[in-house]
Structure formats: structure tokens, C-alpha cells
């Protein structure tokens, strides 16, 4: 339908044809970037806080510079430039902790849930084929 083509080319026009779906990868680090407001701070949770922001960060870079998704080359270069001073910001905020908000615990349990995620993400292709 050209009609509805062009009402939605804003959603695909940005991206080369073959990664036409990278709006919706898009739209799931800003939903998970959203969600790690809801990490209340109180407690030891702004560490939590800061490394679900970089891992989301670290995800979002790691699939620009594997599947380049933009149309153009200067776009992935921007797009990966803002990333990475978005994750020195990230990192220098987690200097400025101070330590009665860090909780050693938490800490461990999240890396626990991040290193189980990535490892079922390694696996699960091998698996599915």
C-alpha cells in the first residue's frame, strides 16, 4: 500500500534495508533505559542503577558496530561517538558513588543475572538450530 508506506518511512528510512527492524531495537534500549528509573535509589541501588545504564549502553554498542544499521556510514560513526561518551559519563558517575550507597550484594546478584542472560543469548542459537 503506498499510502501506508509513507506514513511509516520514518520508521525505515533511517536504516539500510537489510536491518529494516533496527526501530524496534531502537525502541527496547530506550524502553530499557526508561526502566532502570524505576530501580529506586535509596539502599545501595544507584550502583544497580549505573550498571543497567552501561550494560544497555554496552548492548546498544556492541550491535551498532556488528550490524552497522544506518544508512549512512557517518550515522553508525555519530551514533557509536554518542554512546561512548554517554558510557564515560555513566563511568564517572560511578566514581562520584559515595560508599554507604554501594551494597556489595546487590552488585554481585546483578552481574549474576547479567553473566546468566549473556550466556543463555551464546547458547540459545546453538540450541534453536
Known sequence: N???SGVFSFLFLRWRAQRYYFSL???LRQFCLGLT???PSAGG???LQLLTVSAVGLGWLGLLLRLQPWRLHIGDFVDGAVTVGFLA????G?????AEDYDPSEVQNFLG????ALTV???????LT
Open 2 to 4: 503506498p499510502h501506508s
Open 25 to 27: 531495537v531502537l525502541l
Open 37 to 39: 528509573t524505576l530501580i
Open 45 to 47: 541501588s544507584v550502583v
Open 89 to 92: 559519563m555513566t563511568s564517572v
Open 94 to 98: 560511578a566514581v562520584l558513588v559515595r
Open 113 to 116: 543475572l547479567v553473566m546468566f
Open 121 to 127: 543469548a551464546v547458547v540459545s542459537p546453538g540450541i
